[in-house]
């Protein structure tokens, strides 16, 4: 059951490489809160070796089932966002995005592209909220002896 949902537009950077296979590499290197007043695609910045650009249209959503991987997330060492991608007209665009760790593996282990970036500070009270209020983490069961 979805629980709420947070539009976010995602920070995409191009960069030149020098690699046999590649001229460039792609990732997803940020994401913010979108208020709903940025256009579907803005250039941040151009330059022949990066180029940074955000994409809006995007909504993390919770839902219930997932909430063993929003706790797995937000108790790491670095909190992230999952970002999933794919290439239309030349540029990386965002199509997916989550804070549940478990549908972060997913996206990794789907032979997509994907990113993990870090959730800000908004984002993690956001998710932190939600847990506190519909999460209780199960007890860890401990190896008995004997």
């Known amino acids: 059951m979805k629980m709420g949902s947070m539009p976010v537009a995602i920070i995409m950077q191009r960069r030149t490489v020098q690699h046999i ?4 590499a792609w990732a997803a290197v940020g994401v913010v809160p979108d208020r709903g007043d940025l256009p579907r695609l803005q ?4 330059s022949p070796e990066r180029d940074y650009y955000l994409v809006s249209g995007l909504e993390l959503e919770l839902y219930t089932d997932e909430n063993d991987g929003y ?4 108790v790491a060492p670095e909190s992230k966002v999952f970002v999933l991608w794919r290439m239309e ?4 665009i965002p199509a997916r995005a989550s ?3 478990v549908e972060g593996t997913r996206m990794f282990d789907s032979g997509e592209s994907a990113d993990g970036v870090t959730m800000p500070g908004e984002i993690y009270s956001w998710v932190a909220g939600y847990l506190r209020e519909h999460y209780q983490p199960r007890p860890r069961r ?5």
């Open 89 to 92: 007209e030349g540029r990386a």
């Open 43 to 46: 250039v941040l910045s151009e």
């Open 21 to 24: 296979w590649a001229d460039e």
């Open 142 to 146: 401990g190896h008995q002896r004997g």
């Open 99 to 101: 804070v549940s760790y």
């Open 71 to 74: 706790y797995e997330n937000i």
